[in-house]
């Protein structure tokens, strides 16, 4: 496979253009070609959660998805999740004050995958959230503070 | 090269202090994506690299047919062992000599199965992937041992050196009155990171860049230069940020080889990142162990003698020792004791280093027969364990520097609510489920290696601490900072950190849980000689604003110089800098005994593990302890185990930051439970093939497994230990969590499981 094609991705807001073989992932599109790297690559086989980026609000897996299949739809990435001016997103901050990672490189992942899960509504108990954020592995083992963060994100965001 | 600065909020300004709850000052980078780990290093012109490999357990590789791969778009290079460079033999960690001969990294010889034989390189990821998916090996096949089961695998070779032994514990045993035997058996375990490894690596005439995630910047780079015949110098590790390592990341392998020699061959900078399948056998996690006890006591429970005897697999390349005595030495007061280990070589990739090598299953088996014993003689099992408590080092024979454990198993059964237990196994229900209580210790040994540290006081009154030491989410940048804050009277939000860096002042392996004992003394005294080279000026320089007071002290804090009793109006560092003209005072230090200074000791201290000291040197037994309270449901019909409640009650001395070393703490402890319950590399007997070599498979833990975890601290500054006072964080909590489960488990069910892990099938 040579030819490349190309494509115009709507990413956090801006539009990017890459010329790509279509078997590119979204995943390595971004961190290989558009230098968004805050998405991560644990597995590239839809088993860890670190790649969880958002297509139209909904969370997905970066690793599992061809970047020629998201054209005309909004992409964000950890990087855009806040607004703009170095802000935090309440999510974010909200893990960083539980220390909801250690190494941090399952931690995009989760974020992303805390931010939907909130605005799913799988927050109502510890266990729901627990349950709603097991697609996402750290190895780290900080699932305790990552329950506690999006449990103090959910409730202030209601 | 990464600065970390502190931004974060915190709670009070004492938190900038060591020992406050400073949130991580990396946090900012990594919850925002901006944290950079080392194979997301953008680089012009990087090509691809993909390895191929081996589908066979014993034998040789007869050819290679790279034809259609080379023809495949992007192509650039293809690595065989009919044309890999011949590396030079490397010093091993330990500081030996390196095996005789050649290193090959791609070898011809097959050991194990997923050994890389093969390598792509080409423009794209992609065009590499879908070249080496092209490539024919053909093998000439010879007979394998799979693992400790197959009937092959024999004796193994007696390990001396694990050989422990005192008073006459075969005679004890035989006249003991009540005698337990049993056989625990852990299996092979994968430390998944969740960063897989990689590397890029870059060569500009004879030096070489290399960007990979390590624990160990130097030791690393000492490897590749030797590998390459260049001058240490030559070679540049950089690893900012490692996505998780728990032993893995320390020691330069195979793959990170066959990138360098790619990049020199082709004269482009090379990445090369291992699949997350081909991690189960790039490098070795921990080997499968079993071991047989034997515990005699009296009916009252006192114990009379331990025996010993364990064994554990190694590759057929390197000798990897799981010291499965470790712990059982001890734990307990015994007056007759002996312990030895085999060591089985076999055909898998060389076992490694995964949270607490040895202790971990050692404490599996021991603080399991305790509990049997417990049982057996009708005790509480938290009893049993008081009554034997050591109180002093059985096996050294030397005063503990401290130790908390019973305080721990004090604070913990007290939180856990332990009194309320009822004795008799399935005595405790709820509905359906049938619910077990279970204790275990644990126990890490504090190690200790000299460090090295640079602190800058810079002009603008802000400062730097400089260390090629790493931080993989243990806490280093943040609890540097912290040191440097507390030392230098300088707020915490006005240091920078720079780690992960070969270039820096030098450090010892993180590994062993000994960086943030060793880094914060070797930050503590550069600092304070740079305060004190402030406060020299402050006084002396003809420019000094205090020159004329003729003092002989002044106190630094919040970043302001002032005088003892407010003779001279204060004036900021920033400002008394300017005031003198002077751009900065540097301070290089290190831990180094008088000694060691020289080049040669230097060079050995922080490259291998040469001068790693023993525990036990210098009068007394320095180990962290730690007591874990678990309760354990188990469905009566499907045999399933969930740990609904666990309280931990740890002794590391000192915390330098109690919310980071909680952090581990938990993070040890869930490691613990998907040992208990989950984790088990699964390996097919026919060809020796790791066959759940992915993370859908492999089981860890996820959110879901995990209930509330109480940890509370019973440590107490423990100045034997560490100059300031801390002991082993972060290999500490995982020794005890398997055989809490277990003991739990049996509580609940009444059914003793002796091999890990803890599957339903084993328990209907
Ligand atoms: S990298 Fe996509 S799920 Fe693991
Ligand atoms: S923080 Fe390291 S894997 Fe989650």
Redesign the interface.
């Known amino acids: 496979?040579?030819g490349t094609i190309n494509l115009k991705l709507d990413i956090n807001g801006r539009s990017r253009e890459l010329a790509v073989?279509p078997?590119?992932t979204l995943l390595?599109a971004l961190?290989?070609h558009l230098?968004?790297?805050?998405?991560?690559?644990?597995?590239?086989?839809g088993?860890?959660g670190?790649c969880t980026v958002h297509v139209d609000g909904k969370r997905v897996l970066a690793c599992l998805t061809l970047a020629a299949q998201v054209e005309g739809r909004a992409i964000t990435?950890?990087?855009g999740?806040?607004d703009g001016d170095g802000g935090?997103h309440p999510v974010?901050s909200a893990?960083?004050?539980h220390?909801a990672?250690?190494?941090?490189?399952?931690?995009?992942g989760q974020?992303m995958s805390a931010v939907a899960c909130i605005r799913e509504g799988h927050t109502k108990s510890d266990?729901e959230?627990?349950?709603y954020?097991?697609g996402?592995?750290?190895?780290?083992?900080?699932?305790?503070?990552?329950?506690a963060a999006v449990r103090e994100a959910a409730e202030a965001a209601s | 090269m990464t600065f970390v600065t502190p931004k974060s909020k915190h709670g009070d300004a004492s938190d900038g202090n060591l020992g406050g709850r400073l949130s991580r000052i990396d946090g900012p980078e990594k919850i925002t994506g901006r944290a950079t780990y080392a194979i997301e290093h953008q680089i012009e012109g990087l090509v691809y690299a993909v390895t191929v490999q081996s589908t066979i357990a014993a034998g040789t590789v007869k050819s290679v047919d790279s034809k259609a791969a080379e023809a495949s778009p992007g192509v650039l290079l293809v690595l065989t062992p009919d044309n890999i460079t011949h590396l030079k033999s490397a010093t091993t960690w330990a500081g030996t000599p390196g095996p005789e001969g050649p290193f090959l990294a791609l070898p011809k010889t097959v050991r194990f199965n997923g050994q890389h034989v093969v390598a792509v390189v080409a423009e794209t990821l992609e065009q590499a992937t879908a070249a080496a998916a092209l490539i024919k090996v053909s093998y000439e096949e010879t007979e394998h041992v799979y693992g400790l089961e197959d009937p092959k695998a024999g004796e193994g070779v007696p390990i001396d050196p694990m050989t422990k032994s005192w008073g006459d514990a075969e005679t004890a045993f035989a006249e003991a009155p009540v005698r337990i035997e049993q056989e625990y058996k852990t299996p092979r375990e994968y430390n998944v990171a969740i960063e897989p490894h990689g590397i890029i690596a870059q060569w500009e005439g004879d030096k070489l860049t290399l960007w990979e995630p390590s624990q160990w910047v130097d030791g690393m780079a000492r490897s590749y230069a030797e590998w390459f015949g260049i001058p240490f110098e030559n070679v540049r590790m950089i690893s900012p940020y490692i996505g998780g390592g728990f032993g893995s990341k320390a020691l330069s392998l195979p793959h990170g080889a066959v990138a360098a020699i790619a990049a020199r061959m082709l004269g482009k900078p090379v990445k090369l990142a291992v699949t997350r399948p081909q991690t189960f056998t790039a490098y070795g996690g921990r080997p499968a162990t079993r071991q047989t006890l034997a515990l005699g006591a009296t009916k009252e429970g006192k114990l009379l003698s331990i025996i010993q005897h364990g064994v554990n697999e190694t590759s057929k390349l390197g000798m990897a020792v799981e010291p499965l005595g470790s712990v059982t030495a001890i734990m307990y007061a015994v007056p007759n004791f002996s312990s030895r280990q085999n060591v089985i070589p076999l055909n898998t990739v060389t076992p490694g280093a995964l949270r607490a090598p040895g202790e971990n299953p050692s404490a599996f088996g021991i603080e399991s027969a305790i509990d049997e014993l417990a049982y057996e003689i009708g005790m509480d099992p938290l009893e049993i364990r008081l009554l034997n408590y050591a109180e002093e080092d059985p096996h050294a024979k030397i005063p503990w520097s401290t130790r908390q454990l019973r305080e721990a198993f004090a604070e913990g059964a007290k939180a856990f609510g332990w009194s309320k237990r009822t004795p008799a196994p399935r005595s405790m229900r709820d509905g359906n489920q049938l619910i077990g209580w279970g204790v275990a210790a644990g126990t890490y040994p504090v190690r200790r290696t000299p460090g090295e540290a640079l602190v800058r006081i810079l002009a603008d009154g802000t400062a730097e601490v400089a260390s090629s030491s790493i931080d993989m989410g243990q806490g280093t940048y943040t609890i540097l900072a912290q040191t440097a804050a507390e030392v230098l009277g300088i707020p915490v939000d006005r240091i920078r950190v720079k780690l992960g860096d070969s270039a820096l002042p030098r450090a010892p392996v993180a590994g062993g849980s000994q960086l943030a004992n060793l880094m914060t003394g070797a930050v503590h005294k550069a600092a304070l000689a740079a305060r004190e080279e402030l406060i020299g000026l402050a006084l002396n320089h003809p420019n000094s604003p205090f020159l004329d007071l003729q003092l002989n002290t002044l106190t630094i804090a919040d970043g302001t110089i002032s005088t003892p009793r407010g003779e001279r109006a204060d004036i900021s560092i920033a400002d008394f800098m300017q005031h003198i003209g002077q751009e900065k005072i540097e301070t290089l230090r290190d831990t180094l005994p008088e000694e060691k200074k020289n080049t040669v000791d230097r060079y050995n201290n922080f490259t291998t593990m040469m001068a790693m000291k023993s525990p036990t040197e210098g009068g007394y037994s320095l180990h962290s302890w730690c007591a874990h309270f678990v309760e354990v449901r188990v469905d009566e019909d499907f045999g399933t185990v969930r740990v609904s409640r666990m309280v931990s009650a740890l002794d590391s001395g000192r915390l330098y930051n109690p919310k980071l070393a909680e952090s581990q703490w938990r993070g040890g402890i869930i490691m613990g439970i998907g040992q208990a319950l989950l984790e088990e590399g699964i390996i097919d007997p026919r060809n020796a093939r790791v066959i759940n070599n992915n993370l859908g498979d492999y089981l860890v833990a996820t959110n879901a497994d995990i209930p509330d975890l109480q940890v509370i601290s019973v440590g107490i500054p423990d100045h034997h230990a560490s100059v300031l006072g801390g002991k082993a964080v972060g290999e500490l909590p995982i020794v005890g969590v398997a055989p809490a489960i277990a003991n739990a488990v049996f509580h609940a069910t009444g059914k003793r499981i002796r091999d890990l892990p803890i599957t339903l099938d084993k328990i209907l």
């Open positions: 496979m040579t073989e078997r590119v390595d961190r290989e230098d968004l790297t805050g998405t991560k690559k644990g597995c590239d086989q088993q860890c670190a990435t950890i990087e999740l806040a935090l974010q893990f960083l004050e220390d990672f250690q190494c941090g490189y399952c931690t995009p974020i266990n959230i627990r349950e954020m097991s996402n592995l750290c190895r780290c083992g900080a699932y305790s503070h990552i329950v």
